[in-house]
């Protein structure tokens, strides 16, 4: 919309020009010739800007019925948002107004509070000072160096008790500190032996059983064995008995024999 104005703006300026030349040369040249050649020029300027118009509205991008309601919420979303903005800026000024007295005046309480602190710190400074300040006040013939030293002492033997005490106490906690991690240490130590000690206790363990084992098949074999032996011995003892039988039946036949042929041979002679 914008464009088509300025080019229908552009069309009469260039309207305009045109027709103050050819009233301009109308009156000095004098021809009415002009006229109908400048009407012609300006009819075609127009056609031509017209039709660019039409055609750049026509190129224009044009939107859905859809689209234009979604621009249409998204329109009045953004006003509710903003109205919901200016409403939530509104209500934080006003807190922070309401609250801001408030705040200044906790503030200024806690301000006046260091303040009364630190007059009372002033002032025992202030005092300390002037003690100090009177103990040096001595004579010249008062400035004698066992004064001086127990002065010397007597200050910082008293402002060092505080001091001595949180060290002790330091100390203190630093040795039970260390006894405890070297209880721990002793326990975790321990820990670790007796971890080992019931490992090999089972690898012991462990090997009894194979040794068991091993002595158990060993026992057995040897039972075997002892019992294959003696069947072999039995078996041998009976083919010798067996043997002896033979040898004595023939022992005992061979005997006969003998006397047969001893008897025929003293009856033969």
Same mark, same amino acid.
């Given at each position: 919309m914008k464009k088509l104005f300025i080019g229908v703006l552009s069309v009469f300026a260039a309207l305009f020009i045109i027709i103050?030349?050819?009233t301009f040369i109308k009156h000095s040249i004098g021809y009415s010739v002009i006229i109908p050649v400048v009407s012609s020029v =300006? +009819?075609?300027? +127009?056609?031509f800007a017209l039709k @660019?118009?039409?055609?750049? $509205?026509?190129? @224009?991008?044009?939107?859905?019925a859809s689209q234009l309601e979604s621009l249409k919420k998204a329109a009045q979303e953004d006003c509710r948002i903003k109205a919901e903005n200016d409403r939530n800026a509104a209500l934080s000024k006003e807190e922070y107004d309401k609250n801001l007295p408030v705040v200044?005046? %906790?503030q200024k309480r806690a301000l006046s509070a260091k303040a009364g602190e630190l007059h009372t710190l002033a002032e025992g400074l202030k005092s300390h000072l002037q003690t100090f300040a009177e103990m040096d006040c001595l004579s010249e013939k008062d400035k004698t160096l066992g004064v001086i030293d127990c002065l010397i002492y007597f200050i910082e033997t008293h402002r060092a008790d505080s001091v001595k005490e949180a060290l002790q106490e330091y100390d203190k906690a630093v040795r039970a500190n260390q006894a405890a991690m070297l209880e721990q240490q002793r326990i975790d130590l321990l820990n670790k032996q007796i971890k080992i000690q019931q490992q090999q206790l089972e690898m012991q363990e462990a090997?009894?059983? *194979? !040794? !068991?084992?091993? !002595? *158990?098949n060993a @026992?057995? *074999? @040897? $039972?075997r064995e002892r019992a294959l032996q003696r069947?072999? =011995?039995y078996a041998h003892c009976m083919?010798? %008995?067996n043997t002896l039988g033979s040898i004595a039946g023939n022992s005992k036949r061979l005997a006969n024999e003998a006397e047969l042929y001893l008897s025929a041979y003293s009856t033969y002679y």
């Open positions: 103050y030349t050819a =300006l +009819c075609l300027a +127009c056609a @660019a118009a039409a055609k750049k $509205s026509k190129d @224009a991008p044009k939107y859905t200044i005046g %906790e090997h009894n059983k *194979q !040794v !068991v084992s091993a !002595v *158990q @026992a057995a *074999q @040897a $039972s069947d072999m =011995l083919s010798i %008995e």
